[in-house]
């Protein structure tokens, strides 16, 4: 996928824009609480298939709020309480076992966080629970190769995930959301504790890998955002400002808000 | 000014050295009572000691064979009893306790903590010694028992919740269900920390007496754990300690070595657990 087919909206029912590439997860009118306080509001976003989007805005804005209720992990934090809708393929994703749900929907978290566990059990947990009949040991390197990292740990699959370094680390996390054969990837600021090489590889890690999965990046990143999506959200206050081609939001934005952060008038 | 630094100067060293001092009493008594323990137990203590069961009143010679098999039998009958109920305890606290709830049985388990055995020997008592008409090895492995399960409850639920959420996010992720998620990455990942909560709690009730006044009781012999009277080390160094034969004495301090070794050995065994495996990275 080219940025130039990315260029063309995507189909909504409320709009009668030229029909670009399907959407994969579908949010509607989504309100998310933290008890009483209101963290999303109204958010309504199509991310396309194998594609990636970007969700950019200041801290505190909601993006990260929003991505953990695409994959139900926002479920783990109590007294929290979400309205509206999230659609995977056109399935309310309330409806889908929550299990199977995050099964197809991987997720990579801002702090990678390998298990106290060797390299190998870390990409074969996923398989594990998920009862995956057939060879681990091909499994594995299969998601490690994917995960652009066999070559550097294919001689220490035994040692503690600990031993890898911090680039290593979440790639390595990569590698285990990957073993799921997840259909979509989301991931929370994966390289805000990380290098600029580390952050390169991971960067032409998810080129390789929108072939085969749609893509959901949050970053605080605003180069990262332009370098690697497909599409750009931009969220502020709990709110989704804008959402666009990647090219439109950063070279020719609607919002004075979206403008203002672009060009680092506030934050 | 200068003065007033200088005053600070010397409170700052006599606060220091009065610490100093202090810490320098509380060792030194530590090392005085393991030192007269081992002292005097080492030279009472022989090879009788550990096989044969103790003599009738007044003469000398025999040992504790009975005791010691005692101990064992009742702390691994209150390990039984008390273990894995604390555990699981421990485990509903840290992962899926509710605020009023969990605040209950975690304050409920705390008071259990502080509250002096000896009730828990009369409740372990009224419960099975007065329906069973009989002091048994049981009645006191079970008053035991009540006594690991909130120790091992609160330990097991502090180590788990020094596990990052990260991790469990992580396995939550991947689709694992919350059981699963807590059996394969919470439960590992804290398990040296439980696993060594665990062996302090077992070598805490190695050394409770007062539950087993009226639980276990006394007895010259080996006997049947279920249904009679069990002597266990504690109780037979209080029996022999505060009985008029001298041999009975010497035999006191044997135990008490013996026992003070049991659960130093215990404690090494926990450092040792919890010195190896891979850590949680922080």
Known sequence: MTMGTANQPLPSPTSSKPVGPPAK????DLNFYYGTYKALHNISLEVPTNQITALIGPSGCG???????LNRISETIRNTRVEGQVLLDDEDVLQVDVTLLRRRVGMVFQKSNPFPKSIFDNVAYGLKVNGFRGSLAEAVEHSLKRAALWEEVKDKLQKSAYALSGGQQQRLCIAR????DPEVLLLDEPCSALDPIATAKIEDLLFTLKDQCTIVIVT???QQAARVADRTGFFLLGKLIEYNTTEIIFKTPTKQET???ITGRFG | MTFRNRWRKILSHVML?????CAVVAVSLLFVILGYLVYTGWRAIDWNFFTQTPKPPGETGGGMANAILGSLEIVLFGTIVGLPVGFMAGIYLSEFGGKTFAALVRYTADLLNGVPSIIIGIFAWSVVVKHTHQFSGMAGGFALGLILIPITARSTEQFMSTVPQTLREGALALGASRWKMIATVVVPAAYRGIATGMILGVARIAGETAPLIFTSGDNQHHS?????????LPLAIYLRGT???EDWHRQAFAAGMVLLFMVLFANVAARLVLSRGITVQK
């Open chain 1, 25 to 28: 997860l579908r949010a509607i």
């Open chain 1, 63 to 69: 993006k990260s709020t929003f991505l953990r209720t």
């Open chain 1, 177 to 180: 959301a990957l073993a799921v």
């Open chain 1, 220 to 222: 605080h990143n605003m």
């Open chain 1, 259 to 261: 403008e203002d952060y």
């Open chain 2, 17 to 21: 050295s009065l610490t100093g001092v």
């Open chain 2, 224 to 232: 049947t754990f279920w249904n009679e009277p069990t002597l266990t």
């Open chain 2, 243 to 245: 009985a008029p034969y």
